[in-house]
Each structure stands twice: as C-alpha cells, then as structure tokens.
C-alpha cells in the first residue's frame, strides 16, 4: 500500500493528548445557549417563542432558503430568553436559551428512518437537511447542498479522516469507535452522491483508526481506505484531493465537484449515519479538550449550546497560568478571549495554552530564507506577500496571488523572522475583497 | 459585560498560534560554527597572521552594528557572520586598519544603507571585500605561503601550477579562508544538515565551473578535467559558492531561482578567471548575481496550485 501525500507542508509537533482516551459524555447541562446561525448560509428563523415547552431533538430554527440547515433543541425543557448572545466569530447571533428539565425526552418526530437500500438519494438528502447536518470539519457548510450529484454523477467522495491538527483527536476517536457507522454514512453520501468510489484519507499515525475502518469495510470493493503521509496540512480540502486523487488538482476558482470529487468530513458521515438510523437530528457533537492549560484532555461528547466553561470544568478546569484560548486546532484555529460562548454543530476542539506557550515574538524583516516558499501547499510566495502586506500593498499582494492562500499557516509556523505572515494574508484578502464589491 | 476582567487574561492574536523554535539568531550562530573549521585550519597555517585579522574584523563589524542600531552587541548574530566571513577573504597577516575598513563598509555599506538585515541586496561580507580590492588592490593580494610564511603568489596568477591535493588540504597560498577544501566543505557539510543551505546554489556554481574549467582556457577550448577539478579548489570558489553565494538574504527563494543563480556564478567567475583583468572573479560574480536576484525571482515564481494556463 503506498503512503500518499501532496507538495509542500510542514511537520509541527504533533502532541496529541488525548488520541486513546475514548469519548467521554458530557452531563446534560441545565441550561442551552442555541445559536440560531451555526452554519455558512442564511440564518434560521425562531419557531419557538418564550416560555414554550420543547422537546429533545425538536426544530427550534429554520428558513426558507437553500443554504441553510435547521436548528433542534439539544435538551427537553422550557425557551426561557430569545436573544442575541456573544459570539467571538464577529456578530453576536440569535440565540435560543433552553433550560432544560433534566429528561430528554425526544420529540415525536425522532424516529428510525427506511433502511438505506429502500431510500432514494433524494431521500436521504431531505434527512439530512431536516437534521441539520453541516460539514464538521470547520466551515460548517450545509452538508445537503453538497450532496446533491452533478450531472452524471461522481467520480469520488473522499472522506476526510486526516485530522492533521496538532492536539485534535475528535475524529481519530470516532472512527476508532464508530467505524459501523461511519461507513454507513459514507454509503448513504455515496448513493445520494451517485459517486462511484469513497476513498476514506487517514494519516498513517492512526493505524487503530486504518484497521477499525478497514475492519467496517470489509469486502466492499467501492469502498477504500487510502493511507497518508502525516503531514500538515493533510486534511486541508484540495490537498486531500490532490494526494487521494494521485496528483489531481482542483483548478483556481473551481470547486472539487467540477473535477469530479466532492469532500466531507469522516464525522459528517457519522451524523448521517444517525438521522437515518434513529432519525436524530445533529444535536450534540464530539470535541477535543486539550493543551498545557487544561488539567485533563479528553475527547468528549457535548449538547450544542452548551457553554464552553462547562465542559473544561468537566475536565478539571483551566490551570493558573493559562493564557491563550483557542477554537480548534493551533494551525488554523481562532484564538478568544473568554470561554463563555455555546458550543456550536461544528466545533472540533477547544485548546487552552499556558503563559510559557504564549510567548509574543519581536517581528524580525523577512531575512529571504524561503522556507515559507518550500511549505506552503498553494505554490505561492508567502515572504513577497508578506512584505506587501507589511507595506499595506494590496495591489502587490493581488498580483502575488494573495487569493490562493488557504490560511493554513504553514509559512507563518516555519518563519525564522516570526513574521505573522496569515495575519497580513487575512488583511490584504480582505481589503482586496472590499475594492472588488465597491 | 461582565466578564471583561476575565477577557484581559487571555492573549487574543492571530493563527497559526504554535511557531517553530527556529530563529534568526539561531541560523547565524549556525553559520558561525559552520565557519569554526575554516577559522581553525587558517589559524593552524598562518598563526596570528590568521587570527589578528579575524578578531578585529568580528570585533569591528560587531560593533559598527551596536553603534548604529544598539540592540545589544550580538543582536542577530548576522553582524557575526559578515566580520568573520570578511575575514576570510582577506590576505594573511592583513593591516588592522584595512579589517576595520572593510568591516565598518561591509555593515554600512553592504547593509544599512538598504535599511539593516533582510532589506540588503549585496551580501554585506563581499562588499566590503570590493570596497578593499577597489581601493587597496596591491595589499589585497598580498598572499604568504603557509609553508615558509613568506610573500608568494596566488595559486590563480599561474593555473593548473599547484597540487590538487595541497588544494584540498589548504597547504597554498591564499586569502585565510580560501586555502583549505575539506575544512569549507565540512562547515558546508553542517549547513546542510541543519537545513541552512540546499545543494542548488552550490551545485550550480560548482557544476558549471568544473564544466568550464574543463573545456575552456584563455588559449581555447579543450578537454581537461583537472582544470576544471583545479578551478573549482584553487582560490575563494568554495568559500564563495558554499558560504557567500548561499547567503539568503541575496539569493533566490524559488528552487529553480536558486539553480540559475549558482549556474551564474559560476559562470560568471570563470569568465572573469579566464578572460578578465583579475585573477579572481568570485566577488564580482556573486555581487553581480545579488544585483539580478530580485529579477531571478520575478522570473521563476512557482505555478500556484490549481493554476489554470490563459
Ligand atoms: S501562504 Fe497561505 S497557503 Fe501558503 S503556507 Fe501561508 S497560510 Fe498556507
Ligand atoms: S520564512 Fe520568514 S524569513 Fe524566511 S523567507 Fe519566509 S517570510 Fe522570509
């Protein structure tokens, strides 16, 4: 079996905790803060009001439009609050607030669906729009859309297990434990995907997580696992494409599906699995505590909306000297300044660091090494791009093509200079952004 | 908002939020100890002659830096590395005056007037060497043979005169870091592992060379391999294509960049050997090639993923 992998990247330490402890349940939490916008796309509407009774698994949220995904109630109890709360993603979205009467009583409607060989592909894409299923592997984008088959068809679905973030074990843990299921799920995509194969991308430093799914697979030939060289960023979506798909890459300005692949998330396949099997919609979610800052790391199982300070005092609370929180990986994950925020569909981690992680860098003048130009996985020149950022040049950084970037943060984790090289990336994107809407 | 108190103690700053623990200083102390075999194979030939020069170059690049920007005395160590590999171009037993000129234009020069470390297009080490050879040409080539320690030519003024293997060892006449192959190639060696350097810059200047060296002579074309083998050992070709040529700063960041830029090097060097008025061509070589880096890199930016051909 060959090891696969694409060009570029880099190899940041990979401390990952929490890979064998299994997946702990959070407790129920008394209280529910529901974001009525977890996802990309248009924000759902309330379809509760203060002071109703809801049920587990019950809609709370929903809209008309496509690009969009309902949202349930992850507790049975009372609406007490309608309102916005704080969120550090920018805009503080309306939230529903469920205090809950401790029986998660499931709503009538949560119910095991036909079996998968009985189902359409149409079916299966209404269940999992009615479940509120999102990618969870970071962009929380609605899982339907993606679902819908290209005209005839699809070369590949590729499932992404490579979870190359350092301290992230969420989705090593759930393929190690709900392999079943997750080739269940992938299934399911495939027949509403029309896709001819599933190659399922795992880095080699998972061989529990390769021999469960191989173990889950058995004789389906359609079905395959496809080893990959550990390497970060491994899981990033064209890369994967480029390393399953031996070299394919996915044009500029094109999505997967114009060269036949479509990409989701090894979890997303599970949720999947779920709506179909017990009909319950996505309401609670697997996440990976860890870093120096916590006293014990875990893999656990939480109800959306859940406040985030809850479930790291569940796991032993924050240490004296933490000093940095972040939302999903150290690579790409956004950095916050409070824990007191709900836990959404699609959070993958939270990680906390301690005073001596946090150390602020003096910025040095990029000294031309070109390690940046070695890593980065898009082929572009991170040092020129960060010199035009430094300089506010954003027409520079257009023709740099600034655009390609994935934010990755290859080239700002191998910089000698310490040059906060995404952070000016992200800045020069965005100005770039507003002079072509103007 | 009550929880603005708690806020203050969590550092909110951009992704990615682990760093590798490689730093500036780091690589140039790298470089320094890189340096350390040539240091101690010239102090072996030449003695004092060796080591006066050398201290007063480090010292005064050291502290022409401090003086200008003071940010403590070694700073980034680049300072360091430019003193001691100016050094290395100079003539055994050199005026203390000629290491401190040459020093204080090399940190002036060669890197403050562009605005310091990183914004510098010549390497800073060569153009205080230019600046020594422009203007004290004679004391330049003032060379001392390790055996005796007395006034001797350059190996170069009479090619394919001196013993390959008294090349490689360092046994010749020479500026104090040019005479010795293995000790070059051993810091080289380092470099390489640490993954300071790649073979391509290197490579290119050395390959062509030999290539040039082989066939061409001022007489005409020809086949001669251990002409080309001489080209490559005899005076600063090695300090020049291991250690001045790979300065980073100074050179391409694009893998294909960094191959044309050895390739001219070396090509032009053996043009100024073979056919120009000096009898080396290193320092102009490389300082030519620094001039064009920016050029070199327009040219061979990679194709960025998924780029699709108009
Ligand atoms: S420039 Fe963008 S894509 Fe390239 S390494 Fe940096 S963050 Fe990653
Ligand atoms: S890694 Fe940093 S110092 Fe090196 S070339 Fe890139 S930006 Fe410059």
Redesign the interface.
């Known amino acids: 079996m060959t090891i696969k992998t694409f060009k570029g990247g880099t190899h940041?330490?990979h401390d990952k905790p929490a890979a064998n402890k299994p997946i702990v349940t959070a407790k129920v939490p008394s209280r529910v803060v529901i974001p009525l916008s977890q996802h990309s796309g248009a924000p759902c509407e309330p379809l509760v009001e203060v002071g109703d009774e809801v049920k587990m698994g019950q809609k709370i949220g929903d809209v008309k439009a496509f690009i969009s995904a309902p949202v349930h109630s992850s507790v049975s109890g009372k609406v007490v609050e309608i309102a916005p709360h704080f969120n550090p993603g920018g805009s503080s979205p309306m939230c529903v607030v469920i205090e809950s009467d401790g029986k998660d009583t499931w709503a009538d409607d949560v119910k095991p669906k036909k079996p998968l060989e009985e189902l359409t592909g149409e079916e299966i894409i209404n269940i999992t729009k009615e479940a509120g299923i999102v990618g969870l592997g970071g962009a929380a984008f609605p899982t339907h859309v993606k679902l819908i088959p290209p005209e005839g068809g699809l070369e590949a679905l590729i499932l992404n297990g490579a979870e190359c973030e350092?301290y992230l074990t969420c989705d090593h843990r759930l393929m190690v434990e709900r392999a079943e299921d997750m080739i269940y799920g992938a299934k399911a995509m495939m027949k509403a995907l029309q896709a001819r194969k599933c190659y399922i991308g795992i880095e080699v430093n998972k061989p529990d997580a390769i021999a469960a799914t191989r173990d889950a697979i058995g004789g389906d030939s359609t079905i395959e696992v496809v080893e990959l060289e550990v390497k970060y960023p491994q899981g990033s979506g064209?890369q994967l494409v480029?390393a399953v798909m031996n070299g394919l890459?996915?044009?500029?300005?094109?999505r997967s599906t114009d060269v036949g692949v479509q990409v989701s998330n090894t979890g997303t396949a599970i949720v999947i699995a779920d709506a179909i099997k017990t009909g319950r919609p996505l309401i609670d979610t697997v996440m990976t505590v860890a870093g120096s800052g916590v006293n014990e790391s875990a893999n656990i199982l939480v109800r959306v909306g859940t406040i985030f300070t809850e479930i790291v005092e569940q796991c032993g609370g924050i240490k004296e000297n933490?000093?940095?929180?972040?939302m999903g990986g150290?690579?790409?994950?956004?950095?916050?300044?409070?824990l007191?925020f709900p836990i959404c569909k699609a959070t993958s981690g939270v990680?906390i660091?301690t005073k001596d992680e946090?150390?602020?860098?003096e910025i040095?003048?990029?000294?031309?090494?070109?390690r940046c130009?070695d890593v980065c996985?898009?082929?572009?020149?991170p040092?020129?791009i960060s010199n035009a950022g430094e300089q506010n040049n954003h027409v520079e950084a257009k023709k740099l093509?600034v655009e390609?970037c994935i934010?990755c943060?290859s080239c700002?984790?191998?910089?000698?200079?310490?040059r906060?090289i995404?952070?000016w990336i992200?800045l020069c994107k965005s100005a770039i952004w507003a002079m072509s809407s103007k | 908002m009550e929880n603005l108190a708690v806020e203050k103690r969590f550092v909110v700053s951009s992704s990615p939020h682990v760093k590798t623990p490689e730093t500036v200083q780091k690589i140039m102390i790298d470089v320094l100890i890189a340096l350390v075999p040539a240091v101690v194979v010239a102090a072996v030939f030449f003695r004092e002659k060796a080591i006066i020069p050398i201290v007063i170059c480090l010292v005064a690049a050291m502290a022409t830096e401090f003086l200008l920007i003071r940010k403590g005395i070694f700073n980034d160590g680049s300072a360091a590395v430019t003193g001691v590999l100016l050094a290395l171009t100079l003539p055994p037993g050199s005026d203390w005056w000629l290491c401190v000129i040459g020093a204080v234009s090399a940190i002036i020069l060669g890197k403050y007037v562009f605005g310091g470390l990183g914004n510098n297009i010549f390497n800073p080490a060569l153009v205080g060497r230019a600046v020594l050879l422009a203007s004290w040409g004679g004391r330049m080539t003032a060379w001392l043979s390790p055996v005796d320690l007395k006034s001797t030519a350059t190996p170069l003024a009479e090619p394919g005169q001196a013993a390959l293997v008294d090349l490689f060892t360092g046994n010749v006449a020479g500026c104090l870091g040019e005479t010795s192959a293995v000790a070059l190639l051993i810091g080289a060696a380092y470099l390489l592992y640490r993954g300071h350097i790649n073979w391509r810059i290197p490579g290119g200047y050395i390959g062509s060379a030999l290539i040039m060296g082989t066939v061409m002579s001022a007489a005409g074309f020809g086949f001669d391999i251990t002409m080309g083998l001489w080209h490559v050992l005899a005076g600063g070709l090695l300090l020049g294509a291991l250690f001045m040529a790979t300065d980073m700063v100074t050179s391409p960041v694009t893998p294909n960049g960094q191959l044309i830029f050895g390739i001219g090097c070396g090509v032009l060097t053996m043009l100024i050997r073979i056919y120009g008025n000096y009898p080396e061509g290193v320092t102009f070589a490389i300082l030519i090639m620094n001039a064009v880096t920016p050029l070199i890199d327009n040219a061979t930016r990679p194709r960025f993923y998924g780029e699709v051909k108009k």
Do not use: W, Y
């Open positions: 940041p330490p350092p064209k480029t890459e996915v044009p500029s300005g094109k933490a000093a940095k929180i972040i150290p690579m790409m994950g956004g950095a916050v300044p409070t007191d990680l660091f946090v150390v602020m860098h040095l003048p990029c000294i031309k090494c070109g130009v996985p898009a082929f572009i020149m040092n020129f093509h390609e934010e943060g700002a984790f191998v910089c000698p200079a310490k906060p995404v952070q992200r």
